[in-house]
């Protein structure tokens, strides 16, 4: 789509930013002194960059009519809201006035001192030049201004914010009477003089705002001079609710081609249709109001007109001029199709001054707190929505639409969702992406009503829990924190666990597994090394569950929350409204259900001791609804992974441990293993006497007992009774030699030192003469169940583990994967924003047949 600023073209003024106030502050005065902006002084530009409206035309050619004796009305009366084109009608009869070789009289009564003129003397003034026949503090009378008017004919007389001169001239003294009472005669004189002579003509304005009365003698002033004109005037209105688009259009470009305008609004009526935001009816409505208000959306400049003009101190159509102006200005360079409410920049200045000038300066760190600043919710969720959508800024565009439609001098404010969805998208990206924008809104934005879809000054939910996050301590942080890892340990843990221990003598040195889960991210190696003062003897019994410091700022948050809304349920609930109250109990609910994950994703590191230093093991995340505790996620994990065994393969054993040696005596083996660090861990006493008997039984190996520094072989083939005493060993099996019906001890060298045979179980490194065989090529063709979310997980988990391994041994490995979904449906937005998104976030390439 091309940009707008191709197809409309702005005036020279508003391209090159010469965009002050008077350039739309119209000042029927300045003009007549020919110190007006060229827009205003120069007739040619002036009617160039004015929409003639049906009003504006019908009141000059009465004008024209009445000037030139063809008769018509001798005195109009110009009503208006503020803003609402008086002055603007006033200029263009005195330009026409001109033209058609009038004589016009001009009386603007802000521009002149009651205490020195006299209406009527100025009258005079503009049409000879001196102040003869009318000279005095007194009206003059009928005859005096029927003759001044006559000789001087034709004349147009505008007289402008007479409210304020009459005001002004009610503190004049004049006899017993006052300036104000001499000038109501005199306005009843002119009216009845301009009737009598043909060819002259007074216009008048008294505006339908109350903004100019400024105390009940004003309002008085105000009720006798609608009197004293309603007896000969007739009212006119030059610009209607309906011309406001086009008379802003006309001053604002100078060009725009409607063939390719046509193009722009069909293509996005056609989308928005289809994207069953309007239906073909309504669609066929907007269509024809967007092609009057391109390149503004319809929207625009309806909500700027009728809610913000509704403010009293909101000049209509000067005011809608001024603000667009300057957006125009701002998004020429944006490429942009055409100018949506969103697209108003409130980081500007200028911008966000038009519009805070009428509803107050508070809302300005309102603004900044939730839009326009670096950390503001509707700058995160830009980033939020994913890199699909992240150039189009579509947190800062909806929030800043909702913030324009906020509203009005009249009450009226806020946005629907459909209103929402036809007010800010583009035809590049589903409409529905909206829903999703303004969900992460909701839950980013502090003065975002919690009742509808507008601002309040008042903060809403988000800000009182940020309230009650910020009171939150340190201390009562880490509390809660050591608070639900005892709650997440399982009532009979596989390890003997301890919460963040201090000091290396608090963990006892004993057989049995232990898990220390840590307070920091790195483990003093001293917990391995030392049991108080002295060296700790089972070393390889100790795990370590460390935090990821990545992750501790996400989770701290997520507690954080928790305990804010834990407190607002228990102190605050009651002052909040019932939608307020209900959402408090669901965000509970959430954040307390997505806690165990949050602690889960922070404490994922397992560190392990090795010989020197540790070999970290990587947690994955819970799946969701997962409801094992963190000590068995981190039994399991160990034992998927071959870090902790059940039982020990007697081929391992055999060909590990019993390779270079004859013998080895039992226990030693079971003590080495609690030991060495980096040795496998078994889980229990009772795995390791199984393995052991297993080999026994397959013939692996032999059990016997040392026995004088002898071996003294017992059975092979057959399964033993093992009591791990100090006496007992395990033999290589061809030392293990039957005779028939009998049996003799197998002689061996004696045993020189109990600390000579512990030297020598080293464990060392599996050979290559374990290996049996290889495999130089694998493919694997898997078909997964998914028949529970949780099976799901662990098949997924396995497959990485495999992946993992096969990763390890060749150099080149690949994995393809095929989903297949039928007897089913999907929407296409749901396809595009669920699916695809996540696929190309991972950077995956895919291929997709659908139908």
Not at 166 to 177: L, N, P, Q, Y
Not at 309 to 325: A, C, D, K, M, Y
Not at 427 to 445: H, K, N
Not at 589 to 610: A, C, M, Q, T, V
């Amino acid at each position: 789509m091309k940009a707008f600023n191709q197809i409309a073209i702005p005036h020279e003024d508003i391209r090159e930013g010469r965009l002050t106030m008077d350039i739309f502050a119209a000042d029927l005065w300045q003009v007549v002194k020919g110190t007006a902006p060229r827009d205003y002084q120069d007739p040619d530009v002036f009617f160039r960059k004015t929409h003639i409206t049906k009003g504006l035309k019908n009141i000059l050619q009465v004008a024209e009519s009445r000037l030139k004796g063809r008769g018509g009305d001798a005195v109009i009366q110009l009503q208006t809201p503020f803003g609402g084109g008086k002055t603007h009608t006033l200029i263009a009869l005195y330009h026409k006035a001109r033209e058609w070789g009038a004589n016009v009289v001009v009386f603007e009564g802000t521009n002149f001192d009651a205490k020195e003129t006299r209406i009527w003397e100025e009258l005079e003034r503009q049409l000879t030049g001196k102040v003869e026949l009318t000279k005095g503090d007194t009206a003059p009378g009928k005859e005096k201004i029927i003759k001044l008017l006559s000789e001087n004919a034709p004349v147009l007389i505008l007289i402008d914010e007479l409210l304020e001169y009459i005001t002004k001239a009610a503190g004049v003294k004049v006899g017993d009477s006052n300036l104000a009472s001499q000038t109501y005669a005199f306005i009843q004189e002119l009216t009845e003089a301009v009737r009598a002579v043909g060819n002259a003509m007074l216009v008048i304005t008294l505006t339908s705002s109350t903004l100019e009365q400024y105390d009940e003698k004003a309002e008085e002033a105000l009720n006798r001079l609608q009197k004293i004109l309603g007896r000969t005037e007739k009212i006119y209105t030059p610009v209607s609710d309906e011309d406001i688009v086009p008379v802003v259009i006309k001053r604002l470009f100078s060009r725009i081609d409607k063939k390719e305008a046509k193009k722009i609004v069909d293509e996005f009526v056609d989308y928005i249709e289809q994207e069953g935001v309007l239906s073909k009816e309504e669609a066929a409505r907007y269509r024809e109001k967007f092609l009057e208000s391109y390149p503004f959306k319809p929207e625009v400049i309806e909500i700027l007109y009728k809610r913000w003009g509704s403010f009293p101190s909101f000049q209509r159509t000067r005011g809608v001029l001024r603000l667009l102006s300057l957006v125009v200005y701002h998004m020429l360079d944006r490429g942009v199709p055409f100018i949506r409410l969103g697209d108003f920049d409130l980081s500007n200045e200028e911008i966000r001054r038009e519009l805070i000038k009428h509803i107050g300066n508070e809302w300005d760190s309102i603004i900044y707190s939730d839009i326009t600043a670096e950390d503001s919710g509707a700058k995160i969720v830009d980033k939020m929505v994913g890199s699909t959508y992240r150039p189009y800024k579509l947190g800062t565009v909806v929030a800043t639409t909702i913030f324009m439609t906020s509203f009005s001098g009249r009450g009226e404010r806020g946005v629907t969702m459909k209103e929402l969805k036809l007010y800010t998208p583009l035809p590049v990206f589903p409409a529905s992406i909206i829903d999703t924008v303004l969900g992460y809104l909701r839950e980013r934005l502090f003065y975002l009503s919690d009742e509808g879809l507008y601002f309040v000054t008042q903060p809403n939910l988000n800000r009182i829990i940020l309230t009650y996050e910020e009171n939150i301590s340190p201390e009562e942080l880490y509390e809660e924190e050591r608070s639900l890892l005892e709650k997440n340990i399982s009532y009979k843990p596989k390890f003997k666990v301890y919460i963040h221990p201090k000091f290396p003598r608090d963990i006892a040195d004993d057989p049995e597994l232990k898990l220390l889960i840590m307070k920091n991210d790195q483990v003093d190696r001293e917990f391995v090394e030392k049991y108080g003062e002295s060296p700790r003897i089972y070393r390889n019994t100790l795990i370590f569950l460390c935090p990821d410091e990545n992750y501790r700022m996400d989770f701290q948050k997520d507690l954080r929350k928790y305990l804010a809304l834990r407190r607002i349920k228990e102190e605050k609930l009651d002052e909040l409204t019932k939608s307020q109250q209900e959402e408090v109990k669901r965000k509970f609910g959430d954040i307390k259900n997505r806690l165990y994950s949050s602690l889960r994703e922070f404490y994922r590191r397992i560190f392990l001791p090795e010989r020197e230093g540790f070999e970290i093991v990587e947690m994955e995340r819970p799946h969701p609804g997962s409801e094992d505790k963190l000590d068995e996620a981190v039994y399991d994990k160990l034992k998927s992974e071959g870090y902790i065994v059940d039982e020990i393969s007697p081929r391992i054993i055999k060909d590990r441990y019993l390779r270079d040696r004859d013998y080895l005596e039992i226990k030693k083996l079971y003590e080495s293993l609690l030991k060495i660090p980096g040795e496998l861990r078994i889980a229990s006493k009772e795995g390791f006497i199984r393995s052991i008997k297993e080999g026994v039984k397959e013939g692996y190996f032999g059990y016997g007992k040392l026995i004088d520094g002898r071996i003294e072989v017992i059975t092979i083939g057959e399964t033993p009774d093992i009591q791990l005493s100090e006496e007992e060993v395990i033999v290589k099996p061809e030392l293990c030699v039957r005779e028939e019906k009998e049996e003799k001890p197998v002689e061996t060298p004696p045993v020189e030192s109990k600390e000579e045979i512990t030297e020598e179980v080293k464990h060392p490194p599996r050979s290559k003469a374990v290996e049996e065989g290889v495999y130089r090529d694998i493919t694997l063709r898997l078909e997964i169940p998914l028949d529970s979310p949780s099976n799901v997980y662990k098949v997924f988990s396995t497959i990485l583990n495999i992946l993992k391994c096969l990763k390890s041994k060749f150099k080149n490995c690949e994995m393809e994967v095929t989903i297949r979904a039928k007897d089913g449906e999907i929407s296409k937005s749901d396809y595009e924003n669920v699916i695809v998104e996540a696929l190309r976030q991972c950077n995956i390439s895919f291929k997709v047949d659908k139908k």
